[in-house]
Structure formats: C-alpha cells, structure tokens
C-alpha cells in the first residue's frame, strides 16, 4: 500500500498539496496564500526524481492516492557542532480529509519511519506548525517529542 511516489501520482499529490495549504492558510492568513501549492508541477516533477528527497504515497488498491509524506535527508557529517548523524527530515504527511481516522497516517508515518531506519538514519524530525493543533496531536500519538521550539513576534 506505500510505496515511492512516481510521476503518475502527480495529479492526486497536487490535490493534497492543496488541502495543506488551506489548512495553515486558515491557521496564519497572515503568512500563507489562499489557492496556492507548496510545489508546482515543474517543482514536484524534480522532487520526485531526487532520491535526497523521497515522496512515498498511500495508494489503496480501490481510491488511489490517499496520502503521502515529503521527506529530506540531512547529512550532519563535518558540521561544527552537530554529531555526524543522518536525519530523514519528513517535509510533510498529509492523508485526504475524506480518508482521515482511517489508519493511514498512521501507516505512512510507520512506513518512513522503518525506511529511515533501514537507510541508516539516526532520527526522523519534523516541524509542525503552532496553527494546526490536531497535527500535532496526532505526532504526539505517533510517539514523537518536542526537540526544538520556533518562536516569532510580529511586528
């Protein structure tokens, strides 16, 4: 049911690429556009192709695409002060609001998780945005803790 994403699935990750949008634009109109995508098409396509950068996806043998998760490798080796371990950044998991409490983000994050592990990964990281409460929630449930915090004043 996970696999690597291929340049077929494009048109489904365009829709959840969308549905994320939406949610932090709700959550910050004051930082994120109304109507747009993190990626366009030309974006997506290089992503895709990039083993740095794997894109994995939910595909239900009967609905298709129902999820996927952004990932980036971040290699710590000869930095100053950071221990030479490599992290799987996880960039984004989104599953389909129609597909939600369902198992699936569950299931993609477990999948990354085992991948990273067996890529030799230290850790899996991610951020999760202050405005969307019930991502945080769920990585919580996921088993993941808070490692650094971001913080902003507006001007």
């Known amino acids: 049911m996970i696999r690597r994403a291929q340049l077929r699935d494009m048109p489904a990750i365009g829709k959840l ?3 994320v949008e939406l949610v932090h634009h709700r959550g910050r109109p004051d930082l994120f556009k109304n109507g747009g995508r993190k990626y366009n098409d030309a974006q997506l396509e290089e992503i895709l192709r990039d083993d740095r950068r794997p894109v994995f996806v939910y595909d239900d043998e009967a609905e298709g695409v129902l999820g996927y998760a952004f990932c980036v490798f971040e290699d710590h080796a000869g930095e100053n002060v950071l221990t030479p371990i490599l992290t799987l950044y996880i960039d984004d998991i989104c599953v389909f609001e129609h597909a939600r409490g369902r198992g699936v983000g569950r299931a993609i994050y477990e999948y990354v998780r085992a991948w990273a592990k067996s890529a030799g990964c ?13 991502a945080r929630a769920f990585y919580e449930k996921m088993g993941l803790k808070p490692y650094k915090y971001g913080m902003e004043t507006i001007l």
């Open 17 to 19: 690429l969308e549905q």
């Open 122 to 134: 230290y850790n899996v990281t991610l951020n999760v945005w202050e405005c969307n409460p019930g």
